[in-house]
T-cell receptor
């Protein structure tokens, strides 16, 4: 049972480049989400999904795009990377119910030069 | 809107000493409260959670937390800290798409 798998672990981009952060879970969780972690700011929600074909914006969605074509996968796309998007990104998943535990991937450290 | 405040950015304790990490929250209804731990280079792992009932909740690794509604607090405690407890600790309130995290408290353990 792999849990939540994120790839890549590290990535360096130049300003204006695009890339996709991959996230997959094997727990049949309906809910999946992306967070960014910045020093002194905790984790902030970027986008989330409550099931295949359903996505919505979180607290800091600008500059990011998501889609959910299957229950298992929830990729995060940076369309035109900016230095302000330098951060550590976490994917998380859970059952769709109030107050349940989030299961986190091990993170992607992204630097935009 | 809900929010979480962790007043201590960094705490250093000696191995074997007791630990208390503070968490204050703002939430419009009965809160769902969580403590997560993040080891270096890892994702977050749930330590414990509170939904209702007994205000003192037990978690993994010997941690416990006490919910105090009158103080809007959910402080994390451990009677005797081990070197392996060195990590960053996050308090969170809410659930699914409305979960809010505190800024975190980094714990250093001195030998």
């Amino acid at each position: 049972n792999a849990g939540v798998t994120q790839t890549p672990k590290f990535q360096v981009l130049k300003t204006g480049q695009s890339m996709t952060l991959q996230c997959a879970q094997d727990m049949n969780h309906e809910y999946m989400s992306w967070y960014r972690q910045d020093p002194g700011m905790g984790l902030r929600l970027i986008h989330y999904s409550v099931g295949a074909g359903i996505t919505d914006q979180g607290e800091v969605p600008n500059g990011y795009n998501v889609s959910r074509s299957t229950t298992e996968d929830f990729p995060l796309r940076l369309l035109s990377a900016a230095p302000s998007q330098t951060s550590v990104y976490f994917c998380a998943s859970s059952y769709l119910s109030t107050g349940v535990e989030l299961f986190f991937g091990s993170g992607t450290q992204l630097s935009v030069l | 809107a809900q929010s979480v405040t962790q007043p201590d950015i960094h705490i250093t304790v000696s191995e074997g000493a007791s630990l208390e990490l503070r968490c204050n929250y703002s939430y419009g209804a009965t809160p769902y409260l969580f403590w997560y731990v993040q080891s270096p280079g890892q994702g977050l792992q749930l330590l414990l959670k509170y939904f209702s009932g007994d205000t003192l909740v037990q978690g993994i690794k010997g941690f416990e937390a006490e919910f105090k509604r009158s103080q809007s607090s959910f402080n994390l405690r451990k009677p005797s800290v081990h070197w392996s407890d060195a990590a960053e600790y996050f308090c969170a309130v809410g659930g699914n798409n409305d979960m809010r995290f505190g800024a975190g408290t980094r714990l250093t353990v001195k030998p």
